[in-house]
């Protein structure tokens, strides 16, 4: 069983930058993937982020690419979000999420371990 744990959220105005930490429990962070999504008020959640076992691959959402970075210190089995020049829309749940595969893509069905979240807030 593996459990993950969101941080760094928060209220920052539009333009500024936020970095959310993923920290996850089990022996085996470093053999699966992670990925970040996002929910906001009356949407559906969606895709932002995924990064490979390794850290050599990544895929971002359009809606995000240029702006976020996803990176992870297998080490100490924690996963990031940096993101950069916030727009009021990227004004969300953000939760992380974690497979049982090496890679997989955005797809919500592969992951199969949930953190709770952290709410991002961006003001114009």
């Known amino acids: 069983q593996v459990q993950l744990v969101e941080s760094g959220g928060g209220l920052v105005q539009a333009g500024g930058s936020l970095r959310l930490s993923c920290a996850a429990s089990g022996r085996t962070f470093s053999n699966v993937a992670m990925g970040w999504f996002r929910q906001a008020p009356g949407k559906e959640r969606e895709f932002v982020a995924t990064?490979?076992?390794?850290?050599?691959?990544?895929q971002y959402a359009d809606s995000v690419k240029g702006r976020f970075t996803i990176s992870r210190d297998n080490a100490k089995n924690t996963v990031y979000l940096q993101m950069v020049s916030l727009k009021p829309e990227d004004t969300a749940v953000y939760s992380c999420?974690?497979?049982?595969?090496?890679?997989?893509?955005?797809?919500?069905?592969?992951?199969?371990?949930w953190g709770q979240g952290t709410q991002v807030t961006v003001s114009s």
């Open positions: 990064i490979s076992s390794s850290g050599s691959i990544v």
């Open positions: 999420a974690g497979s049982r595969n090496a890679w997989t893509t955005g797809n919500q069905g592969n992951y199969n371990y």
